[in-house]
């Protein structure tokens, strides 16, 4: 009789791709960042040349603040991690709040948008 092929002991548990983490373990259920709302196009820059022993630190916090050794955006820092923006938003308000992480908004993400020039834009489109 042939021998069954191995399954994993656990349904979360996958051979290939190692054990499963909900997002939510991950900020511990947290879905805003710290200290505000973080514009996905801010860059954000490490300001500690190696990420210090601090005990409080997940392993995604640690990558977060390797990535961004030179400036990145929140996005492509989502990216390449492989993280869920909502989670990577919440682990950068933590590393900002500890000190670890900088960020730099762009000028026009933090001013509002001149009505004139969107009804300008929508009128040349109707021009079309």
Partial sequence: M??????PSHDW???????????????QGRVAPAGGDLDLVAFVVATVPE??????LLPEHR??????W??????????KLD??????RVLLGD????????????????QPHDVNV?????NGLRAL
């Fill in 13 to 27: 548990l996958d051979a290939d791709a190692g054990p499963v983490v909900r997002p939510y373990a991950v900020t």
């Fill in 95 to 110: 590393l900002r709040s500890a000190g670890l992480i900088s960020l730099y908004e762009p000028p026009a993400a933090s």
């Fill in 51 to 56: 990420v210090p022993a601090m005990p409080a």
């Fill in 70 to 79: 030179e400036p990145t955006s929140i996005v492509e820092l989502a990216s």
């Fill in 63 to 68: 990558a977060l603040v390797a990535a961004a």
């Fill in 2 to 7: 042939p021998a069954e092929p191995s399954r």
């Fill in 118 to 122: 969107l009804k300008a834009v929508v």
């Fill in 83 to 88: 993280l869920s923006l909502g989670v990577v």
